[in-house]
């Protein structure tokens, strides 16, 4: 907001000394008065009020106070701001980010802690960024507000706010790889007359290999909060099991991009996709149909772990049974093995 | 997009309504041309025809600004023809050629030329035209944002959050609230529940409510609105009760015959509009308009089909 006057932030509950349900925009109020609005319970009508000053050359950001409230809004995200470009012949742009916090463990219950990226993740026009703790959120969000010209919706795993960004360098455990698509540098020009929107991608997909150990016998793919459990169920199978287990982290779920698994899944011939939200009809169904696509009688084992196809239980002991949790990820692991 | 409003003496004021009649029977013909030629398969899709209300976009728009920001909806060819745009792009449009208005992509809908947008689900362009509104406040422009609804768009609450937001933020905007008393085939007593001029009060938005055809008259309340948005920066509502004559969109119609013989006998805004042309004046504007609409139409048609999309 200091570098870029047309950054506006929008949302309930906003202003100081409040700050948002999780602290987010706090201070924003008291340093950007002028461009920090509070507003109404309307999900719908801020994101359609954001898409206007978009359109008109402002870059605004939106706090939707929980994602399950962006369902209050998808007529908006799906008939409306991710249409304009394509529809109005590239001849616009809308460039705003939607963030909102998903993810349950809290207790919330069934309309306060959903994983509803899944229904937006296969809509032409839309980013979808996921920040996990290996890369700086913050770092991946000033991008998505100053670089993008195009809608991103930022998802935050609630949990996740409470974490620290890790410092990679102290990891002695991994070999870590940042994933990177190229940027095509295509023109405007010729930008017009093609299908796919969205081709510079900033997010990179993070490669998780344990160090000094023996080739490893399965690929995970997952993103989100679940990269930190993923993460912690690996090092048990390393050291406990002596199983040595890839994870690889994306940040970008939509546009789709299969590439950073590759490599892995390429030695592995194993896969496990690991995802909070539910399990039928999901991100990691595509992932494991690309895969067998590229790879076909090669893939040698595939599976999914991810919630339950039932709504979020409040009783933390009972949410606990519905969401994928380290020893699901282990028993998954040994399964495949 | 001319300042038309201003007509003091008789000559300005004869041209004034002799530009009001080219405009409101171009979008007459274009309008029936559509519908003649759907059948013989140039157009892609549906259409929703402006017949009957032209002098509704023609009216207000006569007095918007460049630099004023039109936001239209499913039923937006006339939007779109009196806001100035370009007629031979709009039938390729339609026809979904590469040379249409938005290059076929977008279709008879989804228009955007210049500061014109419109998309086709009811309700939604509410609150973008609000942001539309706010962004241009909060770049200190003076442009204003007309946005147009239909009384169908009632029916959907994002239209309350979008004047609630208007209202409370002060957003420089006109809402055109065009009641042609059906939505699609439900005729508005099946689906209101009070009166219109309510919904805007119910949030500090001043309305006025016309029942009429007259462009004269539609031009100058509409005028009155749109200075007070000038000045005051804050919202402004116009309810223009009118009447639809042609189908929802091709062939739907399911009002008796006679009564919509009835509406184009008493309600047409260009048979009131054209008692006040001399009668030279009018063939010769119907001329040149018909001269206009066949070469835009045969122009369109002439152009290339899409060829593909490009691939990497």
Known sequence: ?337 | MKDRSKFRTDQISNENGVELYRSMFRIRRFEETVLNEFSSGHFYGTTHTYLGQEANAVGVLSNIESGDIVVSNHRSHGHFLAYGGDMRELFAELMGKPSGVCGGRGGSQHLHWNNFYSNGVLGGTAPIATGMALAESFKDSNSITISFLGDGALGEGILYESFNMASLWNAPILFVLENNRIAQTTPIELNLAGNIVDRFSAFDIHSQELDTSDVLLIQSKSHQAISIIRETRKPQAIILNTYRFGPHSKGDDTRPEEALTKLRETRDPLLLQAERLNERKKEQVEKEVNLEVSHAFQQALSEPEPSGFRSD
């Open chain 1, 1 to 337: 907001m200091n570098s870029d006057e047309r950054v506006y932030v929008i949302g309930e509950d906003i202003l100081d000394p409040y700050g948002g349900a999780f602290k987010v925009t706090q201070g924003l109020s008291t340093a950007f008065p002028e461009r920090t609005i509070t507003t109404p319970v309307s999900e719908a009508g801020i994101i359609g009020i954001a898409t206007g000053m978009a359109l008109r050359g402002l870059r605004p950001v939106i706090e939707i106070m929980f994602g399950d409230f962006l369902t209050l809004g998808a007529d908006q995200v799906i008939n409306h701001l991710t249409k304009f470009r394509y529809m109005y012949n590239d001849r616009v742009c809308v460039p705003l980010v939607i963030r909102t916090p998903m993810g349950g463990r809290r207790g919330y219950g069934p309309t306060h802690s959903q994983t509803l990226e899944k229904i937006f993740i296969g809509s032409p026009g839309l980013r979808v960024l996921a920040p996990s703790t290996l890369i700086d959120p913050g770092e991946l969000l000033i991008k998505a507000i100053l670089m993008d010209d195009d809608p991103v919706l930022f998802i935050e795993n609630k949990i996740m706010y409470s974490r620290m960004v890790q410092n990679k360098d102290e990891w002695n455990d991994f070999k870590i790889t940042s994933i990177v698509r190229e940027s095509k540098s295509i023109t405007k020009e010729e930008k017009k007359t093609d299908l796919e929107l969205l081709t510079d991608d900033y997010a990179p997909a993070i490669h998780l290999t344990i160090r000094d150990a023996p080739a490893p016998s399965v690929t995970i793919a997952t993103y989100g909060h679940m990269a930190d459990l993923c993460r912690m169920a690996v090092l048990e199978l390393a050291y406990e099991h002596e199983i040595f287990v890839d994870i690889v982290v994306f940040t970008q779920l939509s546009p789709f991009w299969i590439n950073p698994i590759l490599d892995s899944v390429n030695l592995t011939n194993k896969l496990l996709v690991v995802e909070e939200g539910t399990k039928t009809l999901g991100w990691g169904a595509e992932i494991i149909a690309r895969i067998t696509e590229i790879m076909g009688p090669e893939l040698r084992s595939a599976a999914r772990l991810a919630a339950k196809d039932l709504p979020i239980p409040a009783s933390i002991p009972l949410e606990e049974m519905v969401l994928p949790g380290v020893d699901d990820i282990i028993r998954s692991i040994k399964k495949m093995v």
